[in-house]
């Protein structure tokens, strides 16, 4: 992912000037992708340049002080996100991804991420039982050593993972299902 996509997601959810964004960013889908100040400045240019977003001059809304870059995305941008949202996984870190493009879905309202969706309950879901299977196969033993409940106790958190991730799954999959410019109540 780049992190584009995840400046243009926060801007769309609110235009900002390049500090403002920074902060929001790290109070929010900074949780799921870091970036620093500097890389958030240097992707704004980046943006602007490819016609994405574009940066407005507005008076210091405190009366003093100089003037701020407020960023606004284009249309350009926009389809960018889009582009991206509809993108199939794939990539190594696709958890932290896809809460980016769900987040992502919530301003674009594409109506494309829940195959996506489908597509990673499939994966967890096939994950899970292998899991199982390997807990049922070696560690169903009343009597394990140390080393064995330990070697548990991993599997245990893998399990666990993929209950919690498809528990999520479940209670996002209707909000993705809805159609494009439904706003939900």
Not at 7 to 13: G, H, M, V
Not at 23 to 30: A, E, K, N, Q
Request: glycine residues 8%; contains cysteine.
């Amino acid at each position: 992912m780049s992190i584009q996509h995840a400046l243009l997601t926060s801007l769309l959810e609110r235009p900002s000037t390049g500090y403002g964004l920074a902060s929001r960013f790290d109070r929010s889908i900074g949780y799921f992708w870091q970036a620093t100040h500097q890389q958030i400045y240097r992707e704004l240019g980046r943006m602007a340049r490819a016609g994405w977003v574009e940066a407005q001059t507005e008076k210091n809304r405190n009366g003093g002080g100089r003037p701020s870059k407020v960023y606004h995305v284009l249309p350009a941008g926009r389809e960018e996100l889009a582009r991206w949202v509809a993108e199939p996984g794939g990539e190594a870190d696709e958890n932290r991804i896809f809460m980016v493009k769900v987040r992502a879905e919530a301003v674009v309202r594409s109506g494309v991420l829940g195959r996506e969706l489908r597509r990673l309950v499939d994966e967890h879901s096939q994950r899970l039982a292998v899991y199982r299977r390997i807990e049922q196969r070696d560690f169903s033993a009343p009597d394990m050593s140390s080393a064995q409940q330990l070697q548990h106790a991993v599997l245990r958190c893998g399990i666990m993972a993929e209950e919690t991730w498809l528990d999520w799954a479940n209670q996002v999959a209707p909000l993705l299902e809805e159609p494009p410019g439904h706003e939900p109540d």
